[in-house]
């Protein structure tokens, strides 16, 4: 693989994870349009990177056309980190004290 072609699939990965960063607890929902405006990619380059997402269950349709919410596979993402994470295992003594302490 080319240095270039490196840089370009670096490039996408970036665009696809910025369409991932602009989902909030506040707009769980977005249309093409608003992600495009977020990421400042163009709509045909944000509807591209829309559809790999999708077909990897990152994001599914939202019902409306053209809408978007996080798909399962952050799921799957979010329950392997917690499984795993130091921070959990970390805090789990506290936990245990606090759920002694309170009932």
Do not use: H, W
């Not at 959990?88 to 004290?97: G, I």
């Amino acid at each position: 693989m080319s240095n270039e072609r490196a840089i370009q699939g670096g490039q996408s990965v970036d665009r696809a994870l910025d369409l991932l960063l602009s989902f909030t607890v506040e707009e769980p929902v977005l249309s093409t349009r608003e992600l495009s405006t977020r990421t400042g990619l163009s709509e045909p380059t944000a509807r591209r990177l829309i559809k790999a997402l999708e077909r990897r269950e990152f994001l599914v349709a939202d019902g409306a056309r053209g809408r978007y919410r996080l798909g399962p596979a952050m799921i799957r993402l979010g329950g392997t980190l917690l499984q795993y994470d130091d921070l959990c295992s970390l805090s789990l003594p506290e936990l245990k004290e606090l759920r002694d302490l309170t009932g």
